[in-house]
């Protein structure tokens, strides 16, 4: 029987991953023939039509054959939502890991997980689930991260810090060693972030300091 695997998503980021999946798999394509790949969209108008040649189908057409999951959707909680979905439905979960990766000893990344081009995952690193990493983005040693956080591209993650679930890292942002960054936290694009981030606070520029509340 054929591997199937399922992006969810047809946007930018979900286009971006059919590369690293096609080089990933290729290995299985030689041994047990070509394994079949699709989109998921929940877009009723997107679905039946094509993007890059791979057909995009409904969720309820990919649970009732069996495809494992990956959710190549940025926003945490709508990435939440369709995983927990997915487990209620008995389905599994692929990760999308580029064959260019760099890491070292003692990494774990959980499962769902999205790690991009030219991504360095440093020594004694846990990742939690559906975590994505975007192009160029680094992970320094002993650094926990939790479930369905998100690096943007360019991402300079210092050594042990901390993340918690659902956390987003904007584009070029720096983690300074030893902080933490609360649940569901926002750093914004180019912040060199010094202290720790409470849980659901914005905080932008250099050094990065909280968005006032209004």
Known sequence: MKERYAIYGTGGFAREVLGPLRAATSVVSEAHGCPEIVFIDDDIEKQNTRVQDIDV???EWAREN?????????DHIIRKNIAEICVN??????????DNLKSYQNVFIGPGS???????????????SHFHANYYSYVAHDCVIGDF????????CNGSV??????????????????????????GM???VTKDVAPKTTVVGNP?????QR
């Not at 069996?66 to 940025?74: G, H, V």
């Not at 901390?162 to 750093?187: C, H, M, N, P």
């Not at 990065?208 to 006032?212: E, L, S």
Request: hydrophobic share 50%; with cysteine; net charge negative.
């Open 66 to 74: 069996k495809f494992n999951i990956c959710i190549a959707i940025s």
């Open 114 to 128: 999205i790690i991009c081009d030219n991504v360095l995952i440093a020594t004694d690193v846990t990742i939690g």
């Open 190 to 192: 180019g912040a060199v």
């Open 149 to 156: 956080v998100t690096f943007a591209p360019r991402v300079c």
């Open 162 to 187: 901390r993340i918690g679930d659902g956390a987003y890292v904007g584009t070029g942002a720096f983690l300074k060693q030893g902080i933490s960054i609360g649940d569901e936290a926002v750093i």
């Open 57 to 59: 189908v409904s969720y």
């Open 89 to 98: 439905d008995n389905l599994s979960f692929f990760s999308v890991i580029s």
């Open 208 to 212: 990065a300091r909280p968005i006032p």
